[in-house]
């Protein structure tokens, strides 16, 4: 199994950047996907869910409104919009297949900065 995650970089305050998860040597639609973050020093945090087939999908409260978690299960592909970006967003992205067992990508940097 493998994801890659992709799409990061820096990007001004206000600005949006999309995030995309490639999974390959599973049966992609099968599983939910997650998106987490973590920020350095701090622990690695939830950022959004979507269930198997889209069903269902959950956000942190800081995503809420600015962030949005697709997928494309043809492409066996997540992504994650994220708009009005704030310095605080600023983490190292990984995606998540939920298991069991779990698989991590390697993780993608976003910075916010001006």
């Known amino acids: 199994v493998q994801l890659v995650e992709s799409g990061g970089g820096l990007v001004q305050p206000g600005g949006s950047l999309s995030l995309s998860c490639a999974a390959s040597?599973?049966?992609?639609?099968?599983?939910?996907v997650s998106w987490y973050r973590q920020a350095l020093g701090k622990e690695r945090g939830l950022v959004a869910f979507?269930?198997?087939?889209?069903?269902?999908?959950t956000y942190a409260d800081f995503a809420k409104g600015r962030f949005t978690i697709s997928r494309d299960n043809a492409k066996s592909t997540v992504y994650l919009q994220m708009n009005n970006l704030k310095p605080e967003d600023t983490a190292v992205y990984y995606c998540?297949?939920?298991?069991?067992?779990?698989?991590w990508g390697q993780g993608t940097q976003v910075t916010v900065s001006s």
């Open positions: 979507i269930s198997s087939i889209g069903g269902v999908i």
């Open positions: 040597g599973l049966s992609f639609s099968w599983y939910g």
């Open positions: 998540k297949v939920r298991g069991p067992p779990d698989y």
